[in-house]
């Protein structure tokens, strides 16, 4: 039989980390001792307090049947006090908050609730990939908002053209920001509510590294905080990052009463919500967050600043790092982006995410993750510096 695939994803370019793993694959295959600090996924185990939660709560037989699609009242009641004593925002855990199986989910599904065919998406780039791709998947398109450097990585409203403007339903955010590692200012989180409001597009912030700072006095806001945020928006988060628990799927997202209810009944439609002792144990990693988070985000910070510095004294204009696992940098000798990640993978076996993996706008960055240890970052910088390019 002639199984054909649908233009969907016929015309799509395979995921960016699969075509990576391959490549890396085939270098480990041949005995090159790879450095891998391509995927951005914590090499930190999860604490054992929420592990022991979930052997406990798996024991429970209520807890083997269907889960409910909205998520257990007592995880978004947990969901509600963790916004409320973190940022300081109020929900109603019934009305505000449904769960999702890791924020992907929840982002990838968002188009399919606000997004009619012809419709537009604002969509930053460089960024997450899933966020275009979700909104080709609906029938829209995505507008690309320029994330330039001068402009400290957020999008210039401004300069957005009116017909797109008039097209677009929603704007997708995301800070602290997955490639660059920028912070939203407030001053960009108030004209977004503004520029919302009066254009009738909602907002969806993808909020998954707000718990990793390397600064106490510059904590990341929920974009929640901001006067007239849950009139024009919803904020997705993900226990994935903060708890270590990407393998775990548990996320939420949190705001506008009636933009979550139409990701609801998406959901509702596919999937049938997390099973129940994943969510008792992440009602374990809200309770306590603050436990040993601190100890999990110096070793990222220790980490960026060695591999930031150790770039920068050979040469390399590195974007200086205020939170999440990533260092964002220039590549050396004005290389085009896929360019120097050949170099790095053939020549030094070391796997780094060129920027246009994040869009054209990534064009000339490369992005490294922290999520291995400090020996294997010295070795990393050591074979940067003795590469002949
Ligand atoms: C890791 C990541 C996510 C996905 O996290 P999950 O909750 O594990 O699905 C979402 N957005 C960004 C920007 C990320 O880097």
Request: glycine residues 8%.
């Amino acid at each position: 039989m002639n199984i054909k695939w649908a233009d969907r994803i016929n015309n799509l370019p395979p995921y960016l980390f699969a075509e990576i793993d391959a490549k890396k694959q085939g270098l480990v295959d041949k005995g090159v001792d790879v450095i891998d600090l391509g995927v951005g996924d914590p090499d930190i185990p999860t604490p054992q307090r929420i592990i022991d939660t979930l052997n406990k709560s798996s024991q429970n037989p209520n807890n083997h049947r269907y889960p409910s699609y909205a998520g257990m009242q007592s995880f978004r009641e947990e969901v509600a006090t963790w916004y409320s004593r973190r940022f300081g925002v109020k929900t109603d855990p019934l009305k505000n908050t449904i769960i999702l199986i890791g924020s992907k989910e929840g982002v990838a599904h968002a188009p399919m609730a606000f997004i009619n065919p012809g419709d537009i998406a604002l969509v930053p780039d460089p960024g997450y990939p899933v966020y275009g791709i979700a909104t080709e998947f609906a029938g829209g398109s995505p507008y690309l908002m320029p994330l330039l450097e001068e402009n400290g990585f957020m999008p210039d409203l401004s300069s957005i053209p009116k017909d797109i403007v008039e097209k677009a339903k929603i704007m997708f955010l995301n800070y602290p920001n997955n490639p660059t590692s920028a912070f939203a200012t407030d001053s960009f989180f108030k004209d977004a509510i503004e520029f919302a409001y009066k254009n009738n597009i909602l907002i969806c912030h993808d909020a998954a590294y707000t718990e990793v700072y390397f600064d106490e006095s510059n904590k990341p806001k929920s974009f929640l905080e901001y006067d007239g945020a849950f009139d024009v928006g919803i904020e997705f988060h993900s226990l994935s990052k903060t708890f270590s628990m990407t393998g775990w799927r548990l996320g939420h997202v949190v705001g506008n009463e009636k933009a979550v209810a139409g990701l609801g009944k998406v959901k509702t439609n596919i999937d049938s919500g997390a099973f129940q002792a994943v969510q008792e144990a992440g009602i374990e990693a809200l309770r306590n967050y603050e436990d040993g988070l601190q100890d999990r985000t110096n070793i990222y910070k220790k980490r960026s600043k060695l591999l930031s510095d150790g770039l920068k004294n050979i040469g390399i204009e590195v974007i200086e790092p205020k939170g999440t696992f990533y260092v964002w940098f220039k590549n050396p000798k004005n290389l085009k982006s896929s360019e120097f990640a050949n170099i790095l993978l053939e020549k030094s076996g070391i796997v780094m995410t060129p920027g246009t993996g994040f869009g054209i706008y990534g064009e000339g960055y490369t992005r490294a993750s922290v999520t291995l240890n400090d020996e294997k970052l010295i070795e990393a910088v050591s074979r940067i510096k003795d590469l002949t390019i």
